[in-house]
Structures are given as C-alpha cells and as structure tokens.
C-alpha cells in the first residue's frame, strides 16, 4: 500500500531490541498487490530488518491477517527463521498469558460479506490518499501528522459499535483460552485497556498510527506512537501491573505492521 510509513516502521525496528517479536498480521497487502504491484526500496529495507533481527536471535513470530492471508497456507512453517503461526500465547515477565492473533476471524464483514469489506478497503484507500494531501498541507503548515480516517472512526457511531462489537469478541477469545488478555490487530485502532477484568490491546498500524505495544523487564505493557523519525516515541496510553520489581527477563515487544507494504 503506498500509504503505509515503512520508513517510520524500519526507524522503530532500528531502535527497539527484544526478545521476541510479534508480527500481528496484515504485514503485507495482498489486495492491493492482486490490483497493481507498488513495492519500494524502504519495504525491502523492512523485510532484510526483520530476517536480520531473527538470524541474531530474536524469536520472530508472523500471524497472517486477512490481507495476507495467502501466508495462512504456510501456517506451521519458518520462512528463513521467521515462524508462521495462526495465533499464540504469550506469558508476560510478571505471569500473564496473553493471546496473540490477528482477529479478523472474528469480524463478521471478513467472514459472511467479503465482498462489502472488499468495498470497504476501497473507500478506505480513497480516505488514505485524501489524508496525504491534507497531510502535506500540515507539513507546509509545519503540523505535525494527523489521520482523517482515524478521526472518522471516532466520529461515526456505527464505527465506534463495530469497534466495541469485535473488542468484546477479542475479549472473548483470551477467556475461552483461559488467558488474562489478548493482543490483536485487524481494525486499524489502536488501543489497551482493561474489559471485563481481561487485558484487551490492539496493537494498531503502520499506516494510521504507527503504533507499537511494548513489554518492560517488569511485564508492564505500554502501548506507544512513534510519530517521528529519529525522534523519542510519543507515549499515547499506557498500562501498569503489578509486578515484584526489576526482572531479569529481556524486555518482549509486540507490534503490528498492519498492512504497511506495499
């Protein structure tokens, strides 16, 4: 997608070290590419970051989502030291087990309407390109970045419904699985907090937000934007729990590239 910000992205990946990494799907768009085929030089730079960080030791883990699902086939497989799963659990340095997936298994547009969520990304790119255009007035302005459809979502109600509808379901999931929380991606809002007693973080994307979630030495979990190249990162929500001091475990960090390249 040419609207995602792989520069931003390869900019966090160059300053961020942990344990193990989570790809949360949608790293690549395969919608677009079966239309068009638009790949940069920064997406290579993304992919080489990536398969350099697990050649030296960092567990890479990749859940496909629904814009490339074309990955789903490979389910169980390494592509170089890059595992492929469908979903995880994730155990946190103070004991939580989260559960690590996509999500768009649980929207019910992805999976009984296809084609009105094939509409929709259109209308959604259509919104992307209008925001390039604003946005570069805003650098002229010297504005910092701001994102028309993030805006939207939080204006319309029927968003807002669809965006509680499928936290609940991912809420859902970690209490089916036993599990304290659950960290996903799919609909593009980033987002932590507590539902229901249960850890619900969504991750975001590379292409709205630029959002990571991150995991301290202490299990504390903080969800941040990295909003400029070469820049500290702006912390924008953030969860504590408690935990028994500084551990010893490397820091883990979770993050989602939702459909960043192309």
């Known amino acids: 997608m040419r609207a995602c910000r792989a520069p931003y992205l390869l900019d966090f990946l160059r300053h961020n070290e942990s344990a193990t990494l989570y790809l949360v799907g949608d790293v690549f768009d395969g919608w677009a590419l079966a239309r068009s085929w638009h790949w940069a030089q920064n997406h290579n730079d993304v992919i080489q970051k990536l398969l350099r960080k ?26 170089g030291d890059i595992a492929i799963e469908a979903e995880t659990i994730h155990v946190t340095a103070d004991g939580r087990r989260l559960v690590i997936l996509h999500g768009d298994n649980f929207d019910g547009m992805i999976r009984h309407a296809r084609w009105l969520s094939l509409l929709g990304a259109k209308v959604y790119r259509g919104l992307l390109q209008l925001n390039r255009l604003v946005n570069f ?12 459809a993030g805006y939207l979502k939080h204006k319309t109600k029927r968003a807002i419904q669809f965006i509680a509808d499928f936290e609940e379901a991912m809420v859902n999931v970690a209490r089916t699985h036993s599990a304290d929380g659950v960290v ?23 292409v709205e937000s630029c959002t990571a979630l991150v995991e301290h030495f202490d299990g504390r979990l903080e969800l941040i934007q990295w909003a400029k190249i070469d820049h500290p990162p702006k912390r924008i929500r953030k969860v504590y729990r408690s935990g028994d001091g500084e551990r010893t475990a490397i820091p883990t960090l979770s993050i989602a590239v939702s459909q960043d390249m192309p």
Do not use: M, Q
Request: proline share 3%; hydrophobic share 40%; glycine share 12%.
């Open 54 to 79: 697990a050649r030296k030791g960092t567990r890479v883990i990749y859940l496909p989502g629904n814009h490339d699902e074309f990955a789903r086939d490979y389910v169980g497989l390494h592509f």
């Open 137 to 148: 007035a805003r650098r002229l302005l010297g504005l910092p970045y701001w994102s028309l």
């Open 184 to 206: 996903c991606g799919h609909i593009h809002h980033a987002e932590i907090r507590e539902i229901n007693g249960l850890l619900y973080a969504n991750c975001g994307d590379w």
